[in-house]
């Protein structure tokens, strides 16, 4: 059987995703240090060096273009916590793992300030959730429910555990910046959720 040739993107199609690339990097750099309400499309337009009619091709205003950012840090979010996983063999170890590697990626300027700070007033909290649900929180949600089905975590409403654990991770990345000793700070925060999770397993 022939193999269908991989298709080839055209010399437009190639500028246009790496305009598309450009504006939400630059955008990223820029809100994280400016923040949203004080940078306009022109800022973000001339750094990214492409024109105000290009960014307009690409994103319909600058909310389109903080949802695409914030959509893109959730997506690698949840990618960084597959990997993160990844070497664990049980659902617990894994849990364990993620949550780490979440306070890490909460902890970092973009993210922190981006997705858990400003991101709630500018796309408002069900949009928030909706995304988060569908990259990092989805798959703590989808490990603790795992879990409940394994008998091994004895909880009446798994989202709602699964939400609040999360939240008690993100608390403490911006409690974590004005630490001290943040190396302590960092394990003593997941030895903390990892009790929260052990508090409802049977066995513990």
Do not use: W
């Not at 796309?123 to 649900?133: D, H």
């Not at 939240?167 to 911006?174: G, K, P, T, W």
């Not at 000793?181 to 903390?192: G, T």
């Amino acid at each position: 059987m022939p193999i269908s040739p991989i298709p080839q993107k055209s010399r437009r199609e190639e500028y246009a995703g790496a305009t598309h690339a450009a504006l939400l990097d630059t955008a990223i750099e820029i809100f994280t240090d400016k923040g949203y309400q004080q940078t306009g499309i022109e800022v973000v337009a001339r750094a990214a060096r492409v024109t105000r009619g290009a960014f307009y091709h690409h994103f319909e205003d600058k909310r389109a273009l903080f949802e695409a950012i914030v959509r893109l840090l959730q997506q690698q979010a949840a990618a960084r916590l597959q990997e993160s996983a990844r070497m664990e063999k049980d659902t617990r170890g894994q849990l364990r793992a993620g949550a780490a590697a979440f306070l890490e990626i909460c902890s970092e300027p973009s993210y922190r300030r981006l997705v858990i700070q400003e991101a709630p007033a500018v796309l408002g909290s069900a949009l928030c959730r909706e995304i988060g649900e569908a990259y990092p929180y989805g798959m703590l949600i989808a490990g603790l429910r795992e879990l409940h089905r394994a008998g091994k975590f004895d909880v009446e409403n798994v989202y709602l555990a699964a939400r609040m654990i999360g939240a008690m991770i993100c608390e403490a990345s911006l409690l974590l910046e004005k630490s001290a000793e943040p190396d302590k700070f960092k394990a003593q925060a997941n030895a903390i959720v990892d009790r929260a999770i052990s508090a409802f397993s049977p066995d513990s």
